[in-house]
């Protein structure tokens, strides 16, 4: 890539009709692993209209109200008619919380994959030993353009993002609805972030709000006390519900589906992807645990001044417990040979899959917190593999 570029990444919010079903997929893992932390979950969530459908497999002890839980998810994020008795302004939507039709498809996990994840002999499986739960490739990568080391692009979106969300549940502005994105593109120079060049945001709102207005507050309540203003320039585009109307949204509006968002959760397209989504998973799926764990390795070479940029790959084979291949890629701002960073991250760290869960201590009802703006980043600061405990570590075994 050029030195000298735009690059645009996007997010959305929770009333978005994927966060929604990733928002409730995430609520029946977390219930799950409260009561079982060896709870076996791959749930996925459908919604459109007034109807919520689970499916997937589940495997646990945990005993509870499926059917309550998703409700009480979709009433947090707002679809609800609480919500609509405390404002000023008129609030109709298909989707709301109380009115849903529900529909269980739950199933156990298959034996064939229990068995070739279980730390436990079966015929013909090579080790004993807990293996992954899938086949695939997953990448972690972190570069030091903000504090949380994300690529800017795609932490501004987030933090628009989210703050918007604030906005309508702090009833600052009673006219916003759930269902909103964001998107910010980013002049880079000398391949160093340097201003922005357009920014994008469109959120579902009230009938009776005009929409000169709605621009003019989201400008200033929004955009220019999230974003820098040294980033902003006098030429910078400021796209605000650029069609012009946008009442009619979340699942009324259009389907939704978990694991839909898959760039949204991760790099905004800088960093790449290995193809699984995360939300409704348990840490035995690599999908998800390896993909934190590549990120955790990636931000704490970065943040141990190793590197300026780094990307890790990990490759794993159902059943198999060890990675088939790990790979790390500094893009040449490394400042120690890389194939001594790999032997390091070899020492310090342990990619089985077992031993990922133990590391980062995944067998806890934490992944709520993940959900929305970002599985890595500003707003999962606090979950541990975004912590930066590693930095010693890596600089003494350099």
């Known amino acids: 890539m050029s030195k000298s570029f735009i690059f645009s990444s996007e997010s959305v919010t929770e009333g978005h009709p994927d966060k929604v079903c990733d928002t409730v997929s995430d609520a029946i893992l977390d219930a799950c692993l409260e009561q079982d932390p060896k709870s076996r979950v791959a749930c996925e969530t459908l919604v459109k209209d007034n109807v919520l459908v689970l499916a997937g497999e589940i495997t646990t002890g945990a005993k509870f109200n ?27 939507s298909k989707f709301e919380a109380e009115g849903l039709f529900f529909m269980n498809l739950l199933g156990k996990q298959s034996q064939d994959i229990a068995q070739g994840v279980d730390a436990d002999a079966a015929d013909h499986k ?21 504090e ?7 932490a501004y979106a987030h933090r628009l993002g989210e703050a918007l969300t604030n906005l309508r549940k702090d009833r600052v502005h009673t006219w916003l609805r759930p ?11 000398e391949g160093k972030p340097v201003s922005v060049t357009a920014v994008v945001v469109s959120t ?93 390795v990636a931000k704490n070479i970065v943040a141990a001044g190793l590197a300026t940029e780094c990307e890790l790959q990990l490759a794993y084979a159902i059943g198999y417990p060890d990675p088939v291949s790990i790979n790390v890629n500094t893009f040449g701002t490394n400042e120690v040979e890389e194939d001594k960073i790999v032997k390091a991250v070899q020492e310090i760290f342990s990619f089985k899959a077992a031993n990922i869960v133990d590391q ?31 930095v010693d570590a890596l600089k003494a075994a350099l």
């Open 179 to 189: 269902d909103s994105k964001t998107q910010v593109s980013m002049q880079y120079a």
């Open 204 to 296: 579902m709102h009230a009938a009776e709000i005009d929409t000169p207005e709605m621009r003019e507050i989201l400008k200033r309540d929004l955009i220019e006390k999230v974003i820098p203003g040294e980033l902003l320039r006098d030429d910078t585009q400021y796209l605000i519900n650029p069609t012009g109307r946008f009442v009619t949204g979340g699942p009324e509006g259009d389907a939704g589906l978990t694991g839909r968002k898959i760039i949204v959760d991760t790099y905004g397209g800088m960093g790449r992807h290995g193809g699984g989504a995360f939300s409704g998973k348990d840490p035995s799926k690599v999908d998800r645990s390896a993909a934190y764990m590549a990120r955790w």
């Open 360 to 390: 980062l201590d995944l067998l806890r009802p934490i992944y709520g917190q993940s959900t929305n703006y970002g599985h890595f980043g500003y707003s999962s600061a606090t979950l541990p593999w975004e912590q930066l405990d590693k």
């Open 148 to 154: 949380e080391l994300m690529p800017a692009p795609v």
């Open 126 to 146: 090579d080790t004993a030993e807990q293996g992954a739960g899938d086949q695939g490739i997953m990448f972690g990568y972190a570069v030091n353009e903000t």
């Open 66 to 92: 499926y059917e309550e839980v998703a409700r009480e998810a979709v009433r947090k994020i707002g679809y609800d008619k609480t919500y609509a008795d405390n404002t000023e302004y008129s609030y109709t």
